[in-house]
C-alpha cells in the first residue's frame, strides 16, 4: 500500500469533504488594462484571458501565488498558475487560496483536472464567457493537509519527468529533421561533371489552379496552399506533379502523382519527364526554399515569372533517379519519427492526464463542516 493510500484509510475513512471555491479562496475579476502603461520594457507581465501574458505592465495589481481562470474570449474556462508580482486583467479570474484549508498547488492541480469541465460550461453567444458564479460554485475536495501534500509532491515529480521527456522527444525530433535537409540538401548538391544549369521554365510550365465550387462530391483531392481542402468528382491534372503555393505558407510544397484539382491559391506544373524525375524535382525545390522569393509585403505570395527564372542544377536521369530512391528511403524513416514521437508525446501525456485524475478523484463525505472562518467567508 502506497502512502497516500496509507494516509487516506488513516485521515479519511469516509471520504473526502468538498466545498465550494468560494468557501477556501478569495475570487475577484481584474481589472483594465491602459495601454499607454503597457511596454515592452515595463516590469510586470499582464494576464487577461490567454493562455500566455499579454504584454508588460508598468504597475502590478496581484503579488503572490495565484490561480487563474480566462473569463470570457476563445479560452474562457482556461486554467493557468502565476507566482509573483503581474497585473491581473479584467478578462481574467484571480484566485487566492486560503492556505489553511487548502495548498494552492493542490488546488491548481484540482482546477486543471476540471478545465474541460469549465470551458464546457461556457456561457454562449457572442463572446463565450464563464462567470463568476460558476467559478464561485465550482466543488472542490478538502482533503486534510497531509495528504494534499503528498498528492502535490507526487505531481510534481510526475510533471518534471514528463516535461523533460516531452523536451527530450522533441529535441530528437528536430535533430532528425534537420538531419534529412542535411542529408537532402548534401546530396542534390554533389557535384556531377553532367550537372546541367537551367531555369525552372526549362523543364516544367507553371499552371494556375481554378475554383472547384461548381464540381460536384468525389474522389479526387482539392489542394490550396495549406493541403488537402475537399475531394470532387474531377480533376485538373492526373500526372505527377509538384504543387507551389502561389500564396501563403509559400515553402509547403507537395508532390502529386495521383489525379488532383487545385485551387489559385496553388501552382501546379507540367514537368518534362525526358529531362527530370518528378519527384527529383519536388525535392530540389524544397532546397531551393521558395518562401525567400516572397514578391508581397502582406500575404506571402509568388508569381510565375520570378518561379520561372528558378535556377536550378541537374544530373543525368539516371543519377536523378538513385538520390530520390535514397531520398525516399530516408524520408519514410523521417516520417515513421513525425508520426512516433509526437504520438508517443502525447501517451505520455494522456498517461499523466490519467494518473493525475486518479491521484484527484475521492470518494465524497456527504458532511460539510465548516469552520469558523469558512462560516465568515459565506456570510
Given at each position: 500500500m502506497s502512502k497516500l493510500d496509507e494516509l487516506l484509510k488513516e485521515l479519511c475513512p469516509n471520504g473526502v469533504k468538498y466545498y465550494s471555491l468560494s468557501q477556501v479562496a478569495d475570487i475577484d475579476i481584474g481589472e483594465f488594462v491602459k495601454q499607454d502603461k503597457q511596454g515592452n520594457d515595463k516590469p510586470y507581465p499582464v494576464y487577461n484571458g490567454g493562455r500566455t501574458n499579454t504584454g508588460m505592465y508598468d504597475s502590478y495589481n496581484h503579488d503572490g501565488n495565484y490561480i487563474l481562470i480566462s473569463a470570457r474570449g476563445a479560452n474562457a474556462g482556461f486554467v493557468n498558475r502565476i507566482n509573483g508580482k503581474f497585473w491581473a486583467g479584467n478578462s481574467c479570474y484571480s484566485i487566492l487560496i486560503?492556505?489553511?484549508?487548502v495548498i494552492t498547488?493542490?488546488?491548481?492541480?484540482?482546477?486543471?483536472?476540471i478545465e474541460s469541465n469549465l470551458i464546457g460550461i461556457q456561457q454562449k453567444g457572442g463572446i463565450p464567457a464563464v462567470s463568476k458564479k460558476q467559478v464561485n460554485d465550482l466543488r472542490i475536495p478538502v482533503p486534510p493537509l497531509e495528504i494534499q501534500r503528498e498528492i502535490v509532491r507526487?505531481?510534481?515529480?510526475?510533471?518534471?519527468?514528463?516535461a523533460e521527456l516531452t523536451a527530450e522527444l522533441t529535441a530528437e525530433l528536430t535533430a532528425r529533421k534537420k538531419q534529412y535537409e542535411y542529408y537532402r540538401d548534401t546530396l542534390l548538391s554533389a557535384k556531377n561533371e553532367t550537372v546541367e544549369n537551367i531555369t525552372l521554365a526549362d523543364i516544367a510550365v507553371i499552371r494556375n489552379g481554378k475554383d472547384y465550387k461548381h464540381l460536384g462530391e468525389g474522389f479526387y483531392p482539392v489542394y490550396g496552399s495549406g493541403g488537402v481542402m475537399t475531394y470532387v468528382d474531377k480533376y485538373s491534372y492526373d500526372k505527377p506533379s509538384v504543387l507551389i503555393p502561389r500564396k501563403g505558407s509559400l515553402g509547403n510544397l507537395f508532390y502529386v502523382d495521383k489525379p488532383f484539382w487545385n485551387v489559385d491559391t496553388i501552382f501546379y506544373t507540367e514537368i518534362n519527364e525526358e529531362r527530370v524525375v518528378p519527384k527529383y524535382l519536388f525535392y530540389l525545390l524544397q532546397k531551393e526554399h521558395l518562401e525567400s522569393l516572397n514578391t508581397a509585403g502582406g500575404v506571402p505570395s509568388l508569381t510565375q515569372a520570378v518561379l520561372n527564372n528558378v535556377r536550378l542544377s541537374i544530373p543525368s536521369v539516371a543519377v536523378q533517379t538513385k538520390i530520390v530512391d535514397c531520398l525516399d528511403n530516408f524520408e519514410k524513416i523521417c516520417n515513421d519519427l513525425n508520426i512516433g514521437l509526437p504520438a508517443e508525446i502525447?501517451?505520455?501525456?494522456?498517461?499523466y492526464e490519467f494518473y493525475r485524475d486518479q491521484l484527484l478523484t475521492f470518494a465524497e463525505n456527504g458532511e460539510t463542516i465548516l469552520t469558523d472562518r469558512q462560516t465568515d467567508r459565506q456570510s
Open positions: 486560503n492556505p489553511q484549508f498547488d493542490y488546488a491548481y492541480y484540482y482546477i486543471k483536472k507526487i505531481l510534481d515529480n510526475f510533471t518534471e519527468l514528463t502525447e501517451a505520455r501525456q494522456k498517461q
